[in-house]
């Protein structure tokens, strides 16, 4: 099955400074790789998702890359702010209808004011 | 909020006993997943669902059971054979929509074994 491996675990940045997170998958099939935020005791949500087809997206201070030949793809959030501050997981899907997403282990993010 | 409701919150539980908890949604999604939370940990697939009264095992699906009678409910039970149960648990959902990839997740329940 798929393997989606995550780093770093913790990351501490600056306020205004970048934060970069990168998740590798082992699954080829994979064509379709969310970003989910979760802050303390609450659900994930998702903040950005990207399809094999493509190679970079963004949405305001958020981006991701994929790199289908090295089966890895980072999450890029700039001008860092403290609500930024989550655990933030990767995640890839094997194509089928229902989609199942294998998870990252996650990154502790904490921006320092 | 997301349309996916999850109860109870907490929950607490004696070895032994099995626990039954409920995740609902009205966002007429088609597909539904349960999966497990542990501290530092990510998200492991316990069970997925996606037409009723059909379901299929996740990764760590020993020690838990499903059903899905209703397209809106996917209850989760807890059976003692799970030996390890303290853990969060989140509820999600999906579309076979095009485009409709994203899964929604549920506020999650807090079980614990006393």
């Known amino acids: 099955g798929e393997n989606v491996e995550q780093h770093p675990s913790t990351l501490s940045v600056q306020e205004g400074d970048s934060a970069v997170i990168k998740c590798t998958y082992s699954?080829?099939?994979?064509?379709?790789f969310p970003w989910y935020k979760q802050e303390l005791g609450k659900r994930p949500q998702l903040i950005i998702d990207i399809r094999s087809n493509v190679g970079e997206k963004k949405d305001q201070r958020i981006a991701v890359t994929l790199n289908k030949t090295a089966k890895h793809f980072s999450l890029h959030i700039t001008e860092t702010q403290p609500e930024d501050s989550a655990v933030y997981f990767c995640a890839a899907s094997i194509s089928g209808s229902a989609r199942q997403l294998t998870f990252g282990s996650g990154t502790q993010l904490t921006v320092l004011p | 909020d997301g349309g996916i409701t999850q109860s109870p919150k907490y929950l607490f539980r004696k070895e032994g006993q099995n626990v039954t908890l409920s995740c609902e949604q009205n966002l007429n999604h088609d597909a539904m997943y349960w999966y497990r939370q542990d501290p530092g940990q990510g998200l492991r697939l316990i069970y997925y669902?996606?037409?009723?009264?059909?379901?299929q095992k996740g990764d760590i699906a020993e020690g838990y059971s499903v059903s899905r009678e209703k397209k809106e409910s996917f209850p989760l039970t807890v059976t003692s054979a799970q030996k390890n149960p303290t853990a969060f648990y989140l509820c999600?959902?999906?579309?076979?929509?095009?485009?409709?990839?994203?899964?929604?997740f549920g506020p999650g329940t807090r079980l614990t074994v006393l």
């Open positions: 999600a959902s999906s579309s076979f929509q095009v485009g409709g990839n994203e899964q929604f």
């Open positions: 669902s996606q037409i009723v009264n059909d379901f």
């Open positions: 699954d080829s099939a994979s064509n379709y």
